[in-house]
């Protein structure tokens, strides 16, 4: 066979042929029905992916307008504390563009802005949902509202929102003043009620009853009728009282204008005075009054009014829960605070209701078998705010049935500033023996003059009654006006004022400014006799003492008698070139009772001492002034107008200088540290 001769296949190789044609035709129909599948399949996904992609783009549309058209301001910040997305009311708040914002470090976006210190504050200490309120530069305000992103525990990021608040408030404002105008109103009335109901009681009392028939049955028991009915009312004049003070402490604390008069105080002298003002509550007589006090006098950081307050309002609470058994106060120092308990065996408090018993208006009358109690709810929310502006905390233990304990804590006094807080009374004592023996050798065989500057008649009445019947000789006036007239009259001899603050015309502010920068009336003595708390601003413009309305006698009494003790010359002069510690004397000082003036150089306060010829000269030795102090001291003690004045060094007693010239001129040396601020 040649080499182009081809062979003819068999039948059998034809036949197998076909077979693998058939085998191959059946492969490729299968590769192109499945690659058929998978581009219809790839159709169908595509399409649902642009579909998803469409309804994204819609959703993230949807919410981009909401965001854009939110009232609210808002921003996304990532955990790097950068901004990736801002809306349109924060770049107008703020007047940003979004060019000046977006990518931006938070600090660096709104540097310069009132809001940046609170989000700072709130990012640095993340937790869900903290709010602050700001006050701009515009006198609008804003609530930022900060809230975390987190995604399987992991913080991704925060929310803030800013919310323009200013019309809210402005209504809280108003509502702030209406209660406090309402509050201070419902006080001249409320003065004029218990006081002519506790004067009528005991006129009753001490010079009716004992004249009258014991033998007529029916006049025994008119007059016991009577007693009941004026306990009655002076009991809930008293109620009426407490509920006003607690009404206008509230809506200061919410405005934030309540004073504070932060200094070290003695703890267990707090205690005693919080168990005197409870002594008159209502109580069973199956219940027994404790008082464990320390061995030893814890002094801590505080204000004492305030630290009274909040003991005799949990003790007041537990005595009104408390039908048998005791009530007992205790104060236990610890490493760094006092912890302060009230504990009872009244009738306890439920769970679900301990951590609500601190909220405004919320009362736990439901836990028990009877009457709900009367009252508003406020007393233990002031506890609370009180506490917590001392740096302390509040808390209740209760066990339902058995009994409930309320527990506070106040911090230790700083040591530098505990020595410096005990210093004052030591001052003080030193001044007063001093005054006293003056006082004890040019006393004057006269009545007492005393002035009342009230615009109010009833309160005038009220005054006049009080002070007859110590003997004093009243004098009135019913504005600033008539009273200014009255004190500048040298015939009228005015050893002491009693001074209201809103009067026509001339307020008392203008009369106790007019009278304490007048040389020749500047010794006398005012006591503010007022509905406002208005102790520190009075203070400052010289006020000798403050009594609140309505008016405790006991109070009043005790400090008229404590001014007019020597009060003609009652004088001491403080020379110091620091005014902060100059302030902390004198308003020391004059809450004693004393008229201080002050001097911030030697050539001044030398010049001072020879026109007014003080009882005590309070001297500064310490540095920068010790020179100075001490050519002032010798001027003192050679001139023949001064040299009788008793002296008090104000320096260490480890300044040798000083302490060499105190042995030499026998003069007294008292410590002179940083002192607290009396605010």
């Not at 642009?50 to 058209?69: G, V």
């Not at 209701?353 to 007393?379: A, I, S």
């Amino acid at each position: 066979m040649t080499f182009d001769e081809k062979k003819e296949p068999t039948y059998e190789e034809l036949v197998e042929k076909v077979k693998e044609c058939e085998i191959q035709e059946k492969v490729y129909l299968s590769i192109i029905e499945q690659l058929e599948n998978t581009y219809s399949s790839m159709a169908v996904d595509q399409t649902e992916i642009e579909k998803k992609n469409a309804q994204m783009l819609d959703e993230r549309l949807r919410l981009d307008a909401i965001l854009e058209n939110m009232a609210d301001s808002l921003i996304l910040v990532n955990h790097q504390k950068k901004i990736t997305h801002v809306n349109r009311p924060f770049l107008k708040i703020f007047n940003k563009t979004s060019a000046e914002v977006i990518n931006q470090y938070i600090a660096d976006a709104l540097k310069d802005t009132e809001a940046l210190t609170a989000i700072e504050d709130i990012l640095g200490n993340p937790a869900d949902g903290m709010t602050r309120n700001v006050s701009l530069n515009d006198g609008s305000y804003i609530k930022i509202t900060v809230s975390t992103i987190t995604i399987d525990n992991y913080l991704e990021g925060f929310v803030c929102s800013f919310r323009d608040v200013t019309h809210d408030v402005e209504v809280d404002k108003m509502k702030t003043e209406f209660i406090s105008t309402v509050s201070h109103e419902l006080r001249t009335p409320m003065t004029s009620i218990l006081g002519f109901s506790e004067n009528t009681q005991e006129f009753f009392e001490n010079d009716i009853i004992p004249v009258l028939p014991v033998d007529n049955k029916r006049v025994q028991r008119r007059s016991k009728s009577i007693m009941r009915n004026l306990s009655i009312v002076v009991s809930e004049g008293d109620r009426l009282t407490r509920l006003i003070n607690d009404v206008l402490d509230i809506a200061k604390m919410e405005s934030g204008n309540i004073e504070w008069d932060i200094q070290a105080v003695d703890i267990i002298a707090v205690c005693n005075q919080a168990l005197s003002a409870v002594a008159g509550y209502p109580k069973s007589d199956q219940v027994e009054i404790v008082f464990n006090a320390p061995d030893k006098a814890p002094v801590v950081t505080g204000d004492p009014d305030r630290l009274v307050q909040v003991i005799a309002n949990l003790m007041s609470n537990a005595l009104k829960f408390t039908e048998q058994g005791c009530v007992t106060l205790s104060a236990e120092p610890r490493d760094k605070d006092v912890k302060v308990t009230v504990k009872d065996t009244g009738h306890g408090i439920k769970d679900e209701n301990l951590n609500k018993v601190f909220e405004k208006f919320k009362q736990v009358g439901d836990d028990l078998e009877k009457d709900k109690p009367k009252g508003t709810g406020l007393g233990l929310p002031i506890c609370k705010e009180i506490v917590k502006h001392l740096g302390g905390d509040i808390w209740a233990e209760s066990e339902f049935g058995k009994g409930t304990s309320f527990c506070f804590t106040v911090a230790y006094h700083a040591t530098a500033t505990e020595k410096t807080g005990s210093q004052w009374p030591h001052l003080t004592k030193m001044v007063a023996n001093e005054v006293k023996q003056k006082a004890l050798n040019n006393a004057k065989d006269r009545s007492v003059n005393v002035l009342i500057a009230d615009d109010d008649p009833n309160i005038r009445e009220l005054l006049r009654q009080e002070l007859y019947s110590e003997e004093y000789h009243v004098l009135e006036a019913c504005d600033g006006k008539e009273a200014l007239k009255l004190v500048k009259d040298s015939r009228n001899n005015i050893d002491l004022i009693l001074l209201d603050i809103m009067m026509p015309d001339i307020d008392g502010y203008d009369v106790l400014s007019v009278i304490k920068t007048n040389e020749q009336l500047a010794h006398i003595p005012i006591i503010i006799v007022s509905a406002y708390e208005v102790k520190g601003k009075t203070y400052k413009l010289g006020a000798d003492g403050f009594i609140s309305k309505p008016i405790d006698k006991s109070k009043l009494l005790s400090k008229i008698s404590e001014l007019l003790t020597g009060s003609i010359e009652k004088n001491v002069l403080v020379i110091d070139s620091d005014d902060d510690i100059t302030s902390d004397i004198v308003v020391s000082l004059k809450e004693k009772g004393y008229v201080v003036n002050t001097a911030g150089n030697g050539e001044d306060g030398f010049k001072k001492a020879q026109i007014e010829n003080p009882d005590v000269i309070m001297l500064n030795m310490e540095a920068p002034d010790i020179k100075k102090g001490m050519e002032t001291l010798k001027k003192l003690r050679l001139d023949e107008s001064t040299a009788h004045i008793h002296i008090i060094l104000l320096a260490d007693e480890m300044n040798k200088d000083a302490r060499r010239i105190a042995e030499t001129l026998k003069v007294e040396i008292s410590k002179h540290d940083e002192v607290p601020k009396i605010l």
